[in-house]
């Protein structure tokens, strides 16, 4: 097992998830989830929150390809 590989996962499945807020913005459409409806600006702020985790603790004021 590699040392960063939950780190490459974490940063495909956000890389997804904001292209697939892309497409709902685009298309004008929400997601639907068992307890009502996500806006596809929910799925951004939790993409944004996910790569902030993973990469500002380490380092603040430098952002870094994952």
Known sequence: MR????????SSATFLLAVYSNYLSATKANLNCPDGQTQPQELLNFVKSQVYFGVAPKTPKKMHLI
């Open 3 to 10: 040392e960063w590989n939950n780190l490459q996962y974490v």
